[in-house]
């Protein structure tokens, strides 16, 4: 499972690791002093040097960041050690959340393991200044020439940058501490990278929480979410107590999608067409749960010929928001570099870039538009930036190796679901269940991507989390019956 492993260990032994309070430093030692992020209060924070290719260290080697918050009692052993990831990829953990005040209860009996990924953070970020993210909120042409424009910038250290490299260094640094098993908690991609962490570490899991899942091997061409969206805007409108209906809004998006195929409407922002209109309802639905309940008078009314709070609501999402439009804890190079890496393609990776997309459009002629209603298949998948023919134009012929076993440990597993989620809906979160032997899956009523992020309902996800990494299961979960529905709001104040 772990090739190599005493050429790592080698490495490891050789470049002094560092285990020191609050980031301090040894000049003896000759080590520079930290400046990744700041040392939580009270943690002791490090650097981990490990090889950037297991399997060959001739590749050189990178700088892993970690801070270890300890329980409050510590004259008593640990009774675990959780280890977050927020997702991404490309979000750093250290600085992103409050993990410690978030889960405090947790700290009575748990340490919290942060680990920055390498390429993220305080883990010798990656540089990619030939492509913004704006260019991945803009046109798919842009998209996709951002996609190329980075990896080649990268150049050969992209194939170092995966999944399964970050799993290795979270164990590097577990292995550094003598930490015996871990709690995984992942968030978004950050369950797909407890996933692979558990299949090549099994012997080291103690427990998995994994918030809007998803599956390793998954639908590229956006299938489950086109599935969620309609089933999401039906519990929209039987949660809002007749204030919408399902049908009528599915039907207005029917109607105004076919309008802005044939005539798009410009605005100073951009654009509203077909495309822009699916993706507007994706992020509304998974980031932006607090707008969703405007949807339905907005369709309405630009169905009557009034687009003006439509194209208000596409122009309020439309940005990629939070800490990746700034730059922040949010890496635009290994958000590229570990989707086009690890996800599957939708054509050989072997074949030049113009057979490429003649694989990739074949694919999607093939697909059944009523799969996809009330948008066409091109529209709702083009909508999604990081599915479909995003890794098109990757400048890598083959994927980088995955080694493991493919065996995962039988362990207690939490799923956690949004019930509004289209990013990654509850479908995926079952499928990402079924990898496991006896996985419990919940579904958050009434929320989107990654339920804890939101005020409505953080106080009973953080609590059943922390109800089950304690005890292995979920007792009491009353708390879901209380998470309010979205409000169905009118639209008017966004003119």
């Not at 600085?95 to 919290?112: C, F, I, V």
């Not at 509004?420 to 990402?432: H, Q």
């Not at 958050?444 to 292995?472: D, M, N, W, Y």
Request: charged share 25%; with cysteine; net charge positive.
């Amino acid at each position: 499972m772990h090739r190599m492993r005493s050429v790592a260990a080698g490495l490891a032994a050789a470049a002094l690791l560092l285990s020191l309070p609050c980031a301090a430093v040894s000049a003896r030692a000759g080590i520079a002093r930290h400046a990744g992020p700041a040392c939580p209060p009270g943690a002791t924070c490090g650097t981990l040097r490990v090889p950037l290719d297991r399997d060959s260290p001739s590749a050189g080697s990178t700088t892993i960041t970690y801070a270890l918050v300890h329980r409050h009692d510590t004259s008593r052993p640990a009774e675990g050690t959780i280890v977050p990831n927020p997702g991404g990829p490309g979000v750093a953990v250290i600085g992103h959340r409050d993990y410690a005040g978030e889960y405090g209860h947790l700290l009575d009996s748990h340490d919290l393991l942060l680990v920055d990924p390498r390429g993220v953070g305080g883990s010798g970020p990656l540089r990619c200044d030939s492509a913004r993210w704006s260019d991945l909120s803009g046109s798919r042409l842009l998209a996709l020439e951002a996609v190329r424009a980075c990896g080649r910038e990268i150049g050969a250290r992209r194939r170092y940058y995966t999944t399964a490299a970050a799993a290795d260094d979270i164990d590097a640094v577990r292995a550094h501490l003598g930490i015996g098993k871990l709690d995984l908690l992942g968030q978004s991609y950050g369950t797909y990278l407890m996933t692979v962490y558990a299949e090549r570490h099994p012997k080291r899991v103690r427990s998995i929480v994994m918030s809007s899942a998803y599956p390793v091997d998954f639908d590229m061409l956006g299938g489950p979410a086109a599935r969620a969206m309609r089933r999401s805007v039906h519990l929209l409108c039987r949660r809002s107590g007749g204030a919408c209906d399902g049908d009528a809004v599915l039907d207005d998006l029917r109607t105004m999608a076919r309008r802005l195929e044939d005539r798009p409407i410009r605005y100073p922002g951009g654009v509203l067409d077909d495309t822009a209109l699916a993706s507007t309802v994706y992020k509304l639905a998974s980031s932006h749960v607090e707008l969703y309940g405007r949807l339905p008078e907005a369709l309405r009314l630009a169905v009557q010929r009034d687009a003006e709070p439509l194209v208000a609501l596409a122009e309020r999402v439309r940005p990629i928001s939070g800490s990746a439009a700034r730059g922040g804890n949010f890496s635009l190079p290994m958000y590229v570099t570990v989707t086009c890496n690890d996800y599957p393609a939708l054509w050989d990776r072997r074949a030049p870039v113009r057979e490429r997309f003649k694989q990739y459009a074949s694919r999607v002629a093939r697909l059944d538009p009523a799969d996809y209603r009330p948008f066409r298949p091109e529209a709702w998948i083009g909508g999604i930036v990081d599915l479909g023919d995003f890794c098109v134009r990757w400048p890598d012929r083959v994927a980088p190796a995955r080694y493991g076993s493919g065996r995962l440990p039988d362990v207690p597993v939490l799923v956690l679901s949004g019930e509004l989620d289209l990013s990654t809906p509850t479908e995926e979160g079952l499928l990402a269940a079924e990898q496991y032997r006896d996985a419990e899956v919940i579904e958050v009523p009434s929320t989107g991507h990654v339920a804890e992020k939101e005020e409505r309902a953080s106080s009973c996800v953080i609590s059943l989390e922390t109800q089950f990494i304690r005890r292995g299961r979920v007792g009491d979960r009353t708390c879901l019956s209380r998470i309010p529905p979205v409000e169905i709001r009118s639209a008017a104040e966004m003119k």
